[in-house]
């Protein structure tokens, strides 16, 4: 069993920058993937970054390729996600995610959930 828990979600002007944080409960880093993801209101969910349980990072999507960042602290059992450059059209829910095997784009294919973190980006 795998608890997630987000955390450092805000308001923040577009340009700005914030970092997420997701604690995970239970077993390490090393047992399973972890991924990021966000849902925009009246969108559905999309995939935002994961990194596989090696650690390696798997490849962004194109919206925030070259803005947002994934990175962990096994030590801390904990991801983060670096959000840079921030756009109004960031504005969403970003939830973390786990799950036994490999990272994947579906959301479908993760087994533990955390509760969300809203970003709001105003322009």
């Known amino acids: 069993q795998v608890q997630l828990t987000e955390s450092g979600g805000g308001l923040v002007q577009a340009g700005g920058s914030l970092r997420l944080s997701c604690a995970a409960s239970g077993r390490s880093f090393s047992s399973y993937a972890m991924a990021w993801f966000r849902q925009a209101p009246g969108k559905e969910r999309e995939f935002v970054v994961a990194f596989s349980r090696s650690g390696g990072v798997a490849p962004s999507a194109d919206s925030v390729k070259g803005r947002f960042t994934i990175s962990r602290d096994t030590a801390k059992n904990t991801a983060y996600l670096q959000m840079n450059s921030l756009e109004p059209e960031d504005t969403a829910v970003y939830y973390c995610?786990?799950?036994?095997?490999?990272?994947?784009?579906?959301?479908?294919?993760?087994?533990?959930w955390g509760q969300g973190t809203q970003v709001t980006v105003s322009s």
């Open positions: 995610a786990a799950r036994y095997g490999y990272w994947s784009m579906n959301q479908n294919d993760y087994d533990y």
